[in-house]
């Protein structure tokens, strides 16, 4: 079966950091470009970052440079987000997501389940 | 960054109507554009992409049309199973985008 799963997520303190991970299944990631995506509670879906085939290319948004890092392991077929300086507002489920070819400019056919990242003091 | 303004916020419509919602983006961004359906507590799932494509396996009640600036949704008959929110995102920059997402509930 294809599929992403999501874990690392958790209750962490202001400053705080974490690590997420995505482990693929039933296909392997080395052609696709990845992204992580996050949804705080009751709001909308929120692009975060994507990731090139070779990890050549790096993308954030804006309020996450320079505290989030993206990086893969082709060889363990996983996607890893690094976070850290969090803050209330990083409180969200967060989703990794396959991208359609090696292009980071992609819609996402294939998506985790999520992980919950709460940040409270 | 591309901006994506999704109206309205709410529907309420009854089963078996038609309906459509918008999607209007900040910028040029030709038929980039995907539609997503998510229900509580679920990831998104693909509708539509390039804008009027049709994903493998989706109801043929979900159609989509646009191109440009401006973007539709239609559902051509309402379902029960058509409750969720559906977002849209652009995929013209790689700095990607969502739209804020039309809410849909049965009247």
């Known amino acids: 079966e294809v599929r992403l799963v999501e874990s690392g997520g958790g209750l962490v303190r202001p400053g705080g950091s974490l690590r997420l991970s995505c482990a693929a299944s039933g296909f392997n990631i080395n052609t696709y470009s990845m992204s992580w995506f996050r949804q705080a509670p009751g709001k909308g879906l929120e692009w975060v970052s994507s990731?090139?085939?070779?990890?050549?290319?790096?993308y954030y948004t804006d309020s996450v440079k320079g505290r989030f890092t993206i990086s893969r392991d082709n060889a363990k077929n996983s996607l890893y987000l690094h976070l850290n300086s969090l803050r209330a507002e990083d409180t969200a489920v967060f989703y990794c997501a396959r991208g359609s070819g090696g292009g980071t400019t992609t819609c996402f056919r294939l998506w985790g389940q999520g992980t919950s990242v709460t940040v409270s003091s | 960054d591309i901006q994506m303004t999704q109206f309205p916020s709410t529907l309420s419509a009854s089963v078996g109507d038609r309906v459509t919602f918008t999607c209007r983006a900040s910028q040029f961004i030709s038929t980039w554009l995907a539609w997503y359906q998510q229900k509580p507590g679920k990831a998104p799932k693909l509708l539509i992409y390039?804008?009027?494509s049709l994903e493998s396996g989706v109801p043929s009640r979900f159609s989509g049309s646009g191109t440009g600036t401006e973007f539709t949704l239609t559902i051509s008959s309402l379902q029960p199973d058509d409750i969720a929110t559906y977002y849209c995102?652009?995929?013209?920059?790689?700095?990607?985008?969502f739209g804020g997402g039309t809410k849909v509930e049965i009247k």
């Open positions: 990731i090139t085939t070779g990890s050549s290319y790096t």
């Open positions: 995102q652009q995929y013209d920059s790689f700095l990607l985008t």
């Open positions: 390039k804008a009027s």
